[in-house]
């Protein structure tokens, strides 16, 4: 029986932990080669690490799936444009996005700080 995302190439952005890690891990299974972007910062976006993102394409290779690991920002154009990259680089084409990043400022919105709300639009849009 054909999976439904056979050899397509998907990036899946915040993919490190959470409902972007499942849906790294559904698309694999579902025969997607994956770019899993997620630069491994805390739920408020601070900090960086590899792990989150190293750690989902391990258990998708596992699995017997095909991935590669990003950890570019979708905050920022060139950043963002070097997850593209990664997928046209390493499979050669893109076929699907799935915009799931995200950051938790834990406030209401008019009482953010220009700076905090300016980070959320960033990562959210």
Do not use: W, Y
Not at 101 to 114: E, N, P, Q, Y
């Amino acid at each position: 029986m054909t999976k439904s995302l056979q050899d397509k190439v998907i990036i899946v952005t915040g993919a490190g932990r959470g409902i972007g890690r499942e849906i790294a891990l559904l698309c694999a299974a579902e025969g997607a080669k994956v770019v899993v972007n997620d630069p491994g910062g805390a739920a408020d976006g601070a900090g960086s690490s590899a792990m989150p993102a190293e750690e989902v394409v391990e258990e998708i290779k596992k699995r017997g799936g095909t991935a590669v690991a990003n950890f570019e920002s979708v905050a920022e154009a060139i950043p963002a444009s070097k997850i593209v990259k990664t997928a046209t680089d390493h499979f050669g084409r893109l076929d699907g996005v799935v915009n799931n990043a995200g950051i938790l400022r834990d406030m209401i919105f008019h009482k953010m700080s220009v700076e905090a709300f300016e980070a959320v639009i960033k990562v959210h849009l």
